[in-house]
């Protein structure tokens, strides 16, 4: 009896404590404020050493061709427009432009010709000719006066009267004929003066045409640079990979393999600490550009290691100064970029 009433008390205490529970109202919790800025890790990539201005393949016209004489080793430094090798095709080219040559020197002296007044000489003597003709025709006219009179009075036969008509005819033209000879020495004609000087200019462009072809033959410098690399010997067929390759070895960056993670906390103008196994010291460099394509990593640092499909983006560090960097092209270096204060949502 007393063990129920126990039991009974026991329960209806634990529905009371249960009941009372469930009737506590719930307390929610408020957001609070911003977590304050928190410290990123360094920014650790692989980098390497290019030129600023890229690697210049340099090839040959188009079409290719076949090498005939190279005039640059590797190593050697160029100026702009350097003749760095000469193709077979140049003496073909050289021939072409000296043919040009005494084409436009023919065109040339027609040119003086047509300008250029008959000679003294030949002058006088179509003066002659034209006095000539002019006695004949004063000769032919005064016959053909006196023919007239006496075929009127009916003393001269019709045929006689006509053959003297037609000696004054012969005369007249003969006089005309001897004055546009004597016209045509003495004065320029405006047509001929124009069509030589068209032959002239035709074959000054002709001339203009073979030497810019001959030019073709010459493959020259770009720019400021050195040699790079030989590609292709004398004797062999230009191919796709070209004569020789340059770079400006003068003017070399960094470029930085940065995963897609961390690239978006690095800025232009950080401070970059560049290390590598072929020198002792730790160089400074600074950020200059950040790339904008994200591509995957063949070769990634150690802490990209772990995934199979980590991307990166080229970050561009110049070296402080700029001359401390080796000329080794391809150089691995390790790219260090040190914590910094990043803001969440950056």
Not at 249 to 265: F, H, K, N, P, Y
Not at 290 to 310: K, Q, Y
Not at 311 to 320: L, M, N
């Amino acid at each position: 009896m007393r063990f129920g009433q126990f039991l009974s008390r026991g329960v209806i205490a634990v529905v009371a404590t249960a009941t009372a529970a469930v009737a506590m109202p719930t307390t929610l919790q408020t957001a609070g404020p911003e977590p304050l800025p928190s410290t990123v890790g360094d920014v650790v990539g692989r980098g390497r050493i290019e030129a600023r201005d890229g690697l210049v393949v340099l090839a040959g016209p188009v079409g290719g061709g076949t090498l005939a004489r190279l005039t640059v080793r590797e190593g050697d430094r160029l100026a702009p427009g350097a003749v760095v090798a000469e193709l077979q095709e140049r003496t073909l080219r050289e021939a072409a432009v000296v043919v040009a040559e005494r084409e436009l020197d023919v065109a040339r002296a027609d040119l003086a010709r047509v300008l250029m007044p008959a000679k003294r000489s030949e002058i006088d003597m179509e003066r002659a000719r034209l006095a000539l003709e002019d006695l004949v025709l004063q000769e032919a006219r005064a016959d053909a006066t006196r023919a007239e009179q006496l075929f009127r009075r009916g003393q001269l036969a019709t045929a006689s009267h006509e053959k003297i008509l037609r000696a004054l005819t012969r005369a007249e033209s003969a006089r005309l004929h001897a004055t546009s000879r004597l016209a045509a020495l003495s004065e320029v004609r405006a047509v001929d003066v124009t069509a030589a000087r068209a032959a002239v200019a035709l074959k000054q462009a002709r001339l203009a045409e073979a030497i810019a072809a001959r030019e073709q033959t010459l493959v020259r410098a770009p720019c400021a640079c050195r040699v790079i690399d030989v590609v292709a010997r004398p004797g062999e067929a230009i191919g796709p990979g070209g004569i020789v390759r340059l770079a400006d070895l003068d003017s070399l960056v960094v470029i930085a393999e940065i995963d897609e993670r961390q690239v978006l906390g690095v800025r232009p103008g950080q401070i970059v600490h560049l290390t590598s196994r072929a020198f002792a010291e730790t160089m400074t460099g600074r950020v200059t550009r950040i790339g904008t394509i994200a591509s995957v990593n063949d070769e990634s640092a150690p802490d990209l290691m772990r995934s199979v499909d980590a991307r990166v983006a080229e970050v561009e560090v110049v070296a402080e100064p700029p001359a401390a960097l080796p000329p080794l092209l391809g150089l691995d270096l390790e790219v260090t970029i040190p914590a910094e204060i990043a803001v969440a949502g950056r």
